[in-house]
Structure formats: structure tokens, C-alpha cells
């Protein structure tokens, strides 16, 4: 079964206005981890929080995480229509070397 | 530095053949990956090997399907008799340990699209 559950599946948003997408978990982390795919291409990482970080930044990505909720957020900022893409948030499992990806958000930046 | 290189890129093939898919990681890591991709299961975890030693092959489907890593630079996954449902799209990827228990990153190829008629 899948760890992370993002929410929403879908978000459709003009360009120049801000996505939000979250991301919630079941079990204890070591780090959170999010990726971007472009339609027909391979995952791409975007940022990784530790378990004792609470936001990071990079770029116009803002990442946050509770470990209280179980649950994470991703938050683009200013969105451009290159950033029309599925977000994967993706959780380690009990301290092996995997990552455990949820469904995913398909953002859609309409101009 | 080049990525993780995956092929072919297309495979079409009629039920019952043999399919390999082939990977080539990222130069200096020493984790691999095979994941499949459909819309109905998301993102799966088949198998994953560090330092071309299987570690977990508890997503591997079924004995049609076996997985292979001859040395640090090339990876096969196998499908033989290959079915229908086998079709999706296999990624591999690639990290790097630096210690610790915090995952490093993985980095995708592009995938294999298979498609089994």
C-alpha cells in the first residue's frame, strides 16, 4: 500500500498564481522527499526534508512538514506553465535504502 | 555527466515473448532501482540492488519477471512469458549512500514503455 496519499489528485491554476499540494504519511520518517514528472519523462527530485526540519526552500519551492500530522505540503509559488507536471511525494521505509511514492498531484498551469 | 540511461525507450510486443529492459546508472552509485508505472497502482517498487547485490525483490509480481546486475554499470529486468497486464512504463534509478539513514535522492531515467498485445 502506498505511504504517502497526496491531495489534491488534480489542481488547475492560472499562471502567476500560487499551487499548494500536500502529502500525508502512516508511519514514522527519517525524510520526505518530493519529485516533479514532466508528461512522458523519468521523476525528477525537487527538494528532501528531514524528519527534524519543519519548512525548506528552493528557489519558488516552499516545503513543509509535520511530523505531529503526519503530513506534508509543497507549495509553488508565482507558477509558470513549465511547471505543468505531476508531484510525487515519496517517504522512506523503516530505514532502508527505498522510497515509497504516493500517487501524485497533476498541476496544470493554464497561461 | 549523462543520467540514467534506460532502453529501449518503446517496446511493442505480442504475448508470450521474452522482454528485456536494460539500464545503465549513474556513474559512483551504488543503489539501483526498477520501479513500473501505471495509472491504476501509481508507482511501484519491483526490486532494488546496492552495489549489484539484490537487497528487496518483494515487489517483483511474479516468477515471470527476474532482475539482474552483472556489474556497478548495467542492470536487466526480465519478463518472460511477458502478458497484457505486464504493460506499463519501467523506470530505473539510480542514488548514491552517503551514510546515515537519510536516502539520497534518486535520479530517473526515462522509462521503458511497454506495451504487450
Known amino acids: 500500500s502506498q505511504q504517502g496519499e497526496e491531495d489534491p489528485q488534480a489542481l488547475s491554476i492560472q499562471e502567476g498564481e500560487n499551487a499548494t499540494m500536500n502529502c500525508s504519511y502512516k508511519?514514522?520518517?527519517?525524510?520526505l522527499q518530493w519529485y516533479r514528472q514532466n508528461s512522458g519523462r523519468g521523476l525528477v527530485h525537487l527538494i528532501l526534508i528531514r524528519s527534524n526540519e519543519r519548512e525548506k526552500h528552493s528557489g519558488r519551492l516552499r516545503v513543509t512538514l509535520d511530523t505531529s500530522k503526519k503530513s506534508s505540503s509543497l507549495l509553488i509559488t508565482a507558477s509558470r506553465a513549465a511547471d505543468t507536471a505531476s508531484y510525487f511525494c515519496?517517504?522512506?521505509?523503516?530505514?532502508?535504502?527505498?522510497?515509497?511514492f504516493g500517487q501524485g498531484t497533476r498541476l496544470t498551469i493554464n497561461p | 555527466d549523462a543520467g540514467v540511461i534506460q532502453s529501449p525507450r518503446h517496446e511493442v510486443t505480442e504475448m508470450g515473448q521474452e522482454v528485456t529492459l536494460r539500464c545503465k546508472p549513474i556513474?559512483?552509485?551504488?543503489?539501483l532501482f526498477w520501479y513500473r508505472q501505471t495509472m491504476m497502482r501509481g508507482l511501484e517498487l519491483l526490486i532494488y540492488f546496492n552495489n549489484n547485490v539484490p537487497i528487496d525483490d518483494s515487489g517483483m509480481p511474479e516468477d515471470r519477471f527476474s532482475a539482474k546486475m552483472p556489474n556497478a554499470s548495467f542492470s536487466t529486468l526480465k519478463i518472460q512469458p511477458s502478458e497484457p497486464r505486464d504493460s506499463a512504463v519501467y523506470f530505473c534509478?539510480?542514488?548514491?549512500?552517503?551514510?546515515?539513514?537519510?536516502?539520497?535522492?534518486?535520479?530517473f531515467g526515462d522509462g521503458t514503455r511497454l506495451s504487450i498485445l
Open positions: 515519496a517517504t522512506d521505509a523503516w530505514g532502508a535504502q527505498k522510497l515509497v
Open positions: 534509478a539510480s542514488s548514491q549512500w552517503t551514510g546515515g539513514r537519510i536516502n539520497q535522492p534518486q535520479h
Open positions: 556513474s559512483g552509485h551504488d543503489y
Open positions: 508511519t514514522s520518517i527519517n525524510n
